[in-house]
């Protein structure tokens, strides 16, 4: 399997010195193509602190951390934001919809960003809402939307530009039980179409729906398994 994410002894300080806080500590990972990957902690547990650094929000305190064989660990502020436009699709617990654009103006705003012309936007947004089964509500705006069908919305801003990785941030946890079984489906097939599929969650029961389960506490990796209960929906 080829490696998509590989994090060598990766630390992460707060506060250098006497009071320092140790979000991550010498941790080690990699995560390779094509992998659906949940990575699981408690609040503080380092969990949040590792995300940053996989989507490129963040840079180490010392360590490497390389994407397709490239060391992005000391990029500048706008590198970075070039390898999150190009390489992630984000999804957050808190949708991150613009309230005044619609679905559809939602979705292609990342489009905007990588200078894509409008009839393409167009294009890969209504294609991308329709994989979410969203596209009877594209000109709808989110407070016209149910919590379920926001997070559809955003997963299809997420995929529209078809990134390598998607990393979901607690993707379910604005969500009713019927809406979160509904994403987790979504978040499946897309694993099964050939992305890398990343989830940070707090939630054993989320965690369980991926194959390989990464359990992070006090800044460090504990265990790091294949699920044997994984099922293909």
Do not use: W
């Given at each position: ?7 060598k ?21 990699t995560?390779?193509?094509n ?9 503080g ?8 650094m996989i989507?490129?929000l963040?840079?180490?305190?010392s ?12 990029m500048?502020?706008d590198?970075q ?5 190009e ?6 617990q808190?949708?991150n ?24 936007r167009?294009?890969?947004a ?7 089964g969203?596209?009877?509500r594209?000109?709808?705006?989110p ?8 997070q ?21 946890g604005?969500?009713d039980?019927?809406?979160?079984k509904?994403?987790?489906?979504i978040i499946k ?7 890398t ?12 729906q ?8 006090d800044?460090?990796?504990?265990s790091?398994?294949i699920?044997?209960?994984?099922k293909?929906?």
């Open positions: 399997m080829k490696k998509l994410v590989e994090i002894d990766v630390c992460k300080i707060y506060n250098p010195g006497e009071n320092e806080v140790r979000a991550l500590n010498h941790v080690n990972l995560i390779g193509e992998e659906f990957v949940a990575i699981i902690g408690q609040s547990s380092g969990k949040s602190t590792l995300m940053n989507g490129c963040d840079i180490p305190t360590g490497k951390y390389y994407l397709h064989g490239k060391d992005v660990s000391h500048s502020d590198e934001s070039d390898i999150r436009n390489e992630i699709g984000f999804i957050f808190g949708f919809l613009i309230q005044s654009l619609t679905a559809m103006e939602n979705v292609e705003l990342p489009l905007i960003y990588r200078g894509i012309g409008k009839r393409e167009d294009r890969l209504e294609v991308a809402l329709n994989s979410v969203l596209e009877k594209k000109n709808h705006r407070n016209e939307m149910s919590g379920g069908q926001q559809r919305v955003a997963i299809a801003r997420a995929i529209a530009q078809a990134p390598p990785i998607l990393l979901a941030d607690e993707p379910t604005n969500l039980s019927s809406s979160s509904e994403i987790i489906k097939r897309l694993y099964r179409e050939g992305r599929v990343i989830v940070i969650t707090h939630d054993s029961g989320i965690a369980k991926a194959k390989r389960i990464i359990t992070i506490s800044g460090e990796i504990q790091d398994i699920n044997p209960d994984y293909e929906d």
